[in-house]
Each structure stands twice: as structure tokens, then as C-alpha cells.
């Protein structure tokens, strides 16, 4: 049979399905595979493979399309506040922008029906501004950043210092000006009228330059001495500001380690726990009964929450939440890995477990805290390494 002629119906299908461009209908989001056609997407959903992920799916759905809708408001905002910033611009060519990266979150795997409805549900909760015309929807983000907020802030508290301290100055000069005043009279002016005493004699006015040199005098007197007195106040205040780090006293490397520590720990703990190379136990019912309680490998993290495993007994691999995954404490001596809290991703060594409070005591033997003994760790935030 001789090759297909390139414009042929096959030849072009075969062109277009290499290029990627498959439809979304045939697209399945639990197991993030795209399949070619018709006939590929019914042997996906016929595999077993796919049927795990529907048990898992089936045990909390709510909880799926919940992580799902996030995902995708999470990255469309992002891309909305990266490339387009606070303008105004229209929904669909937000959303073609987003199609266009290969691993994205699909709509029909959210709670949102239509890119109507998610941009309707943006301007209800607050996070875009948006508008209807004969256009179809426009968008524009609202600019919420921790940062941004702060330097705006800082900017009006510098305005607000600014006026400030225009208002120190002048009532620093009306002070200047009542001190000059107290203790004299103020001369109130006699008006007289003007007579000619002699119709040809010139009239002549004089004017008392002395009254007016010694009332400039005076001025610029007066305007010298505040000019002191705010050279006075800022040299004091310079000396203040560069007399406080002096005080404080060279920070020691120890002090330095200690202070990182305890800034550690005041970090809140993550809601994730999965790392590679740790030995997990499978404890979902859902699966077939020869994984329950068994103990496996984690070859990869996804996402964060998602596993790949490896089943030590029988060496399959399975793609598992980690609510469906616990730790594993090994016995004294073996090496553990820290999963959460100050001390995260540090490797240590089994001391003891505290069996009636559910922790263990390790001694660190990786990183800037090595050979530092921590106990009451919880069984949930160490495992055993592969």
C-alpha cells in the first residue's frame, strides 16, 4: 500500500494530533492525561490506572474540586497581575493567554461552568474590578499585595510627615515672633491732617531710615536665631539617632544561630508534608486490599499534597494524596527525616519514642543545627528515609 498523500484526511489528523491540539472533552484532569480521539479517551477510562483515581475521587469529590478551582483562580490571577497589571482588559483574552501553557488547570474540572460565570464570581468576592458591554466581560485586577499596600502607606506617612513639619516650623516661628513682641507697646498710628502752612513752600516727606534699618536688623536677627535653633534640634537629633546603634552591642555567631532557630520556629507550621525519599504507610480502604497498611517509597511529590510510591512488597507505583499516606517511625537509631515544624528538612537520629505522648526525641546531624538534641517531636512530623 503506498504512502498517504499529504493532504489527505489522515495525513492532516496525524499533523494536527502531533501538534498537540486535541480536543477538551477528551482531556482527563484526575489523571492530568490528554488523549488523541474518541476512541483513546473511552481506553483511558476503561484502564485501572484511571479507576484508582475515580475511588480515590469518589471518597471526598467536594475535596477535589475544591483543590481544583484554586489551582485555576490562583494562576489566573496570577497571570492577570503579571502580564496585564491593574488595566482593564477583556476576560477571554486573559483566559486564551492561560490555555496556552500545556500543564494548566482545565474549567471543566472547577466548580465554574463558563468564563462568564468565574469572572462574575471575581467581581463578587472582591478581587477583580469588572464590567459588562457589547464586547462581552472586562476585567481589572485589584492590586492587594502585602507590599504594595506598605509602600503606599510609607508614602503617605512622609507626606503626612512633610506637612508636619511644615507646621512645627511655622508655629516654631509665630513662638519667635511673640517672644520679639512681649514687653512692649505696640504704637498705635495718629493720622493728622495734612496742612500747608505756606502755599508756596514745597512739601517734603522724611522718611526715618534708622526705624527701618534697625527693624531689618531685627528681622534678620530674629530668622539667624531660628535658623540655630533648627540646626540645634537636628544636631541633637542626630546625635540621638547615631548614639542609639552604638549602644547596642556586635552580635555573636552564636546568638546569630540562636536567633535563626527561634525564627524558625515561629514560622507557621505547612499543611504539606510529603518529601522524597521517605518510607510511608498506605492507609486508605478505597484501593485493593493488598495495599492497605502496607509500607511504601515516595519517588516524587506533585504539587505538594500528591505522592508517587513505590509499594516495597510488590514494587507497583501508585499516585496517592497524602491523606491517604502516614508517617513512619523506625526504631531507635535509624536515621528520620523532619516533615514539618522549625526544624523541616533536617535529617537526625532516633533517640527514644515517647509512647504516651506520641513523639520521639532525634538528635540533628545535617545542617547549621548538627548535633542538637530536640525532643517531643509529634510521630506526624518525622518519618523513617528510604
Known amino acids: 500500500m503506498g504512502k498517504s498523500d499529504f493532504l489527505s484526511p489522515k495525513a492532516i489528523s496525524t499533523r494536527i494530533k502531533s501538534k ?28 485501572q490506572s484511571h479507576q484508582r483515581q475515580l475511588l480515590l475521587a469518589a471518597e471526598n469529590p467536594q475535596q477535589f474540586m475544591n483543590y481544583f478551582s484554586e489551582e485555576f483562580q490562583r494562576d489566573f490571577l496570577e497571570l492577570l497581575r503579571r502580564q496585564f ?6 476576560n477571554n483574552v486573559v483566559y486564551n493567554e492561560y490555555i496556552s501553557h500545556r500543564e494548566h488547570i482545565h474549567m471543566n474540572a472547577t466548580r465554574w461552568e463558563t ?10 468576592e472582591g478581587l477583580c474590578r469588572v464590567d459588562e458591554t457589547p464586547k462581552g466581560w472586562y476585567i481589572q485586577y485589584i492590586d492587594r499585595d502585602p507590599e504594595t499596600i506598605r509602600r503606599q502607606q510609607e508614602q503617605e506617612r512622609k507626606k503626612k510627615q512633610d506637612l508636619d513639619d511644615e507646621e512645627k516650623a511655622a508655629k516654631l516661628i509665630e513662638q519667635q515672633v511673640r517672644r520679639g513682641l512681649e514687653g512692649k507697646e505696640l504704637e498705635m498710628p495718629v493720622y493728622t491732617e495734612l496742612n500747608r502752612e505756606n502755599e508756596e513752600e514745597k512739601v ?3 522718611l526715618n531710615r534708622g526705624g527701618s ?15 540655630m535653633v533648627e540646626g540645634a534640634v537636628k544636631r541633637t537629633g542626630t546625635a540621638h539617632g547615631s548614639g542609639q546603634p552604638k549602644k547596642k552591642k556586635k552580635k555573636s555567631a552564636l546568638n546569630e544561630i540562636m536567633e535563626l532557630e527561634e525564627e524558625k520556629k515561629r514560622t507557621s507550621r505547612k499543611d504539606y508534608w510529603l518529601q522524597p525519599d521517605i518510607i510511608v504507610r498506605i492507609v486508605t480502604k478505597q484501593l485493593a486490599e493488598k495495599y492497605h497498611k502496607r509500607k511504601a517509597v515516595v519517588k516524587e511529590v506533585i504539587d505538594k499534597y500528591t505522592a508517587i510510591v513505590r509499594v516495597i512488597d510488590s514494587g507497583d507505583k501508585l ?23 522549625g526544624y523541616r528538612g533536617n535529617e537526625g537520629i532516633l533517640e527514644s519514642i515517647n509512647e504516651k505522648r506520641f513523639s520521639v526525641t532525634i538528635t540533628i546531624d545535617s ?19 528510604a
Not at 85 to 90: F, K, L, Q
Not at 115 to 124: A, E
Request: some cysteine.
Open 85 to 90: 497589571g491593574t488595566r482593564r482588559v477583556h
Open 213 to 227: 534699618t534697625s527693624g531689618a536688623a531685627s528681622s534678620k536677627t530674629s530668622v539667624l536665631a531660628l535658623k
Open 319 to 341: 499516585k496517592l494524596d497524602q491523606t491517604h499516606l502516614e508517617t513512619v517511625i523506625p526504631a531507635p537509631g535509624k536515621k528520620v527525616l523532619v516533615l514539618n515544624g
Open 367 to 385: 545542617g547549621p543545627f548538627k548535633g542538637r538534641r530536640v525532643e517531643d517531636i509529634q510521630y506526624e512530623d518525622v518519618s523513617k528515609l
Open 20 to 47: 498537540g491540539l486535541q480536543k477538551l472533552r477528551w482531556y482527563c484532569q484526575m489523571c492530568q492525561k490528554q488523549c488523541r480521539d474518541e476512541n483513546g479517551f473511552k481506553c483511558h477510562c476503561m484502564s
Open 204 to 206: 517734603t516727606f522724611k
Open 115 to 124: 468564563l462568564t460565570d468565574f469572572t462574575k464570581w471575581l467581581g463578587r
